[in-house]
């Protein structure tokens, strides 16, 4: 039989991603050795080549504050007095599948640092040097990170990723599915939500021998 795993559509640079990732971290732990987990970059805005407006940057205010309303996860607001930022997600994606190349139990831990460093301590995170040295504090070899991180087969897997979730019709990030290759996937969210909300209905799923309806 395959392996009984999540799978998590998420991006880094998602701020509702942000907001889950204490609920994906806590959900990876109480299943763990019961349900592996594979993390798929999702490229929310990977790309990307216009600097943020003002618009922009109000839109991102008022959904920064309904997350940290939401999850109590913090933000630092400072962000977005940043000039002619450019809000590309594809650095941030391909240094979570550089960690998963290279430590693979760690891509979901590092893919939370990440996020951390960008919504709570404004760091730039489309900077490859800046995401290099979050990787170091994060125990990362830095010029070894840096090799993996520049090389074509990392970029082409981040963009595998990328078109792993538009086939399968994901747009909205998170979204988590469980499950396995053999006997399919049940939705576990399509959005963010608290963890008490998914907990107990995962449990009951998985009592009852984790049933699925196989698509196609």
Partial sequence: MSEQRFVYFADPMCS????????????AERFEGRLGLHV???????GNTAPMRDEDKAYMRDAWTRVGAASGQPFDFSFLDREAFVYDTEPACRAVVTARRLLPRLALPFMSRIA???????RDMTSAEEIAAVAEEAG???EQFGDAFRAADTRNE???????A????????PTLIAGSEEKGYALVTNGYRPLEDVLDPLE???AAGAPVT???
Avoid: H
């Fill in 214 to 216: 196989k698509a196609g």
């Fill in 140 to 142: 990362f070899d830095r």
């Fill in 16 to 27: 509702w991603c942000y907001g889950f990732s204490p609920v994906i971290a806590e959900l």
């Fill in 40 to 46: 798929v970059m999702g490229g929310l805005r990977a």
């Fill in 166 to 173: 538009q086939e399968l019709g994901i747009r909205g990030f």
């Fill in 158 to 164: 981040t963009f595998r990723d990328f078109l792993a």
């Fill in 204 to 206: 009951r799923w998985w």
């Fill in 116 to 122: 951390q460093a960008f919504y709570a301590e404004n």
